[in-house]
């Protein structure tokens, strides 16, 4: 499962980690522990796209990257992404 972080900021007060604690994600918001735990409780193997979810859009690096790992797997494959980046890989 290809997973995709959310948007990044470095503002300390936007979005809580698993513990509801707040502080900066530069490459993205994403419980990585519980997307892959997700990912492993459907039989896929958690795969977190590095790069982040901002800027939104369809030639973003994670877009890309995401998309690109997409057409080389010709396994079954999901998506596992919100916000900043899987929006935009949904509409591609």
């Known amino acids: 499962m290809l997973i995709l972080r959310g948007n990044g900021t470095d ?16 490459e993205g918001a994403l419980h990585e522990k519980a997307a892959k ?21 369809p030639d973003s690096k994670q877009v890309t990257k995401a ?9 079954k494959i999901g998506l596992y992404g919100f916000s900043g980046g899987g929006y935009a890989v949904v509409i591609m």
Do not use: C, R
Request: proline share 13%.
């Open 11 to 26: 503002d300390a007060d936007t979005y809580p980690d698993e513990q509801g604690k707040t502080h900066p994600w530069p």
């Open 37 to 57: 735990a997700f990912a492993a409780q459907l039989d896929y193997d958690p795969v977190v796209i590095d790069a982040p979810g901002w800027p939104q859009g």
């Open 67 to 75: 998309l690109d790992s997409f057409h080389e797997d010709k396994g």
